[in-house]
């Protein structure tokens, strides 16, 4: 009998669009970002829904989980701005990883600085996080309408080193040397502090957040921190359709 | 130094009755010849909703098929979730000391909590109230399989007064153990004066420093949570013993290879809900660690584990004798990737040419038995 494994189902060609990046291996500094609000939710989906959402080169978890990333970035190269990246909680052999498949900046110029260093495929739009006394909300709006709509409510402050969110490095699909392939995004943070509350989901539009597949379940976790976070240059991309297990990643650099 | 078998029941896709049946069936007839051959345990996870990985969920049913099957070996709870959602302190009292019965008085209580995304949250459990629940559990259990008749009110274990029954076949009950993973658990383990059932895909020394703390600790245990002190090291590895040292290594590797995508399923609570219950990564966190520095990219595979030749795994055994460690208790199958005569032939081997080497008075009146 064959075994049958639970890799990705999804054409990787379908991953592929206007904003997949061109990623610049040649950045080999860090960028550092300090006290960003970053307000992060975590929410079940089906397991046959996130395997098909995700290509072959990656395996998902069961349950399912769509990961929801909002960075609130005071003072930047490119100045202030709002980050949403949505995406599913997958593996690349056992190491976890959140696969980002959509990317939504709130200025040009955070879109300039952001997509070829980290891979991801930033759209500009109307991102916000907003902090209201017994909540905190954060939206990305296209064309004024609302795709995505996330709040916090009941926050617990958590101390002790539960305080420092265990995020994993995000893939994304991104170009390097024009040939497209899956790019690893590594970055480090520094918790300052962290609310853990109950999330709820407002709005959450499947189709234009580029997981056409996905319906929601059961919100598992959200989370808000202020962190000072670093980028690292890219060390590593993967094969777009064969898992790591078969063909290993590439080493884009040596590391640091 | 004793040496057991640890089963988690992982089962390859697609499932099918015939495919189940097999996993369980080849576990019972893997445990029948270890008994025979110098193994002096079977210890068994309990998980639930694991696809594929392990779909242990009765640990005590399987306990009870093996106990019908042999004669000596202990029969270990490796572990029972003492998280209500789960079981009741109650029933889980009952159903070791059932056991206990069926056996003759072979059980080996082990104890924890999960650690699975995946379980705690498909149970709807209180993620941050599992260690309490852990703790009231361990206290409470033992009085209810010593006293006629008790009554608890804690948070977690309420119950007026009633008999718990039966009372275990073992005067006064069977040893308690509990799994330790996360850092800090061997001293919480120590202070109640539980067996530590040590859980960690480290190398052997790194947790030196640990066993050590439990020894310590443990000696100076006045009020155990049971009616005795359990001053005992039973730690979990992996075993594949051929005659060709390279054979042993790939096979070893196919199946470590296996385990870890099996594990890749699963989601770690702390990998996605910030809990002070939970700041480590658990069983995984060894091997799910991204490397930080070049060298830790590069490193060799895990030397606690036990693939290889004879002469290399009675070395890795003496470097865990010299840890402290008292009993070994070895996967030796992942997902039935290798043929069950292969399993049993490499059992078979590892009795003759490594269990052989480590001598304890009842295993070797066994071997000279099976002679």
Known sequence: ?256 | MKFGLMYEHSTPRPFTAQGQRSVFENAIQQAKVGEQIGFDSVWCVEHHFLEEYSHSSCPDLFLAAVARETTTMRLGFGIATCVPGYHSAIRLAEKAAFLDHLSGGRVEFGTGRSSTWNELGGFGADIDATKESWDEYVRAIPQMWTKDRTAFDGKHVRMPERAVLPKPYQDPHPPMWVAVTAPGTEIEAAERGLGCLMLSMAEISKNVPRYKLYRETIAKCTKPVGSFVNDSITAVTWMYCHEDDAVALARGKELFDTFSYLAGQTVEVSEIFPSNAYTAFGLLAAIRADPTAPEEATKKSNSSFLFGSPARLRETVQEWQEAGVDRLIMMIQACEIIPQDEILKSMRLFSEEVIAHFPDMEIEVKLEEVA
């Not at chain 1, 990623?23 to 395997?51: M, N, P, W």
């Not at chain 1, 420092?164 to 893939?171: E, R, T, V």
């Not at chain 1, 918790?191 to 957040?209: I, W, Y």
Request: with cysteine; net charge negative; aromatic share 6%.
């Open chain 1, 1 to 256: 009998m064959t075994r049958e494994l639970v890799f990705g189902k999804r054409d990787p060609q379908t991953l592929l669009g206007p904003n997949t990046a061109d990623v610049d291996v040649t950045i080999d500094s860090d960028l550092e970002f300090k006290g960003v609000q970053l307000h992060y939710v975590i929410v079940e989906t089906a397991a046959e829904l996130a395997r098909a959402s995700v290509p072959p080169s990656l395996h998902s978890t069961a349950p399912g989980l769509v990961s929801i990333h909002f960075w609130n970035v005071q003072d930047s190269p490119a100045g202030a701005f709002t980050l949403a990246m949505v995406g599913l909680v997958a593996r690349t052999n056992f190491k976890p990883r959140h696969f980002i498949v959509s990317a939504f900046a709130s200025t040009a110029a955070a879109r300039e600085l952001l997509a070829p260093r980290c891979g991801i495929p930033v759209e500009v739009g109307d991102v916000q996080q907003r902090e209201y006394n017994d909540a905190i909300i954060s939206s990305v709006s296209r064309d004024g309408k609302t795709i995505l709509e996330v709040s916090t409510h009941e926050m617990q402050i958590i101390l002790g080193s539960a305080a420092a969110l265990k995020i994993a490095p995000l893939l994304t699909i991104g170009r390097v040397d024009g040939e497209p392939c899956i790019i690893q995004c590594e970055t480090s943070y520094e918790f300052s502090n962290t609310r853990r509350g109950k999330p709820k989901v407002h709005r959450f539009d499947a189709q234009a957040l580029g997981l056409p597949l996905i319906e929601l379940g059961m919100p598992a976790l959200s989370a808000h921190s202020v962190v000072d976070a670093s980028l690292h240059p890219l060390r590593f991309s993967l094969d777009i359709a064969r898992p790591a297990e078969e063909v290993a990643s590439t080493r884009l650099r040596a590391a640091a």
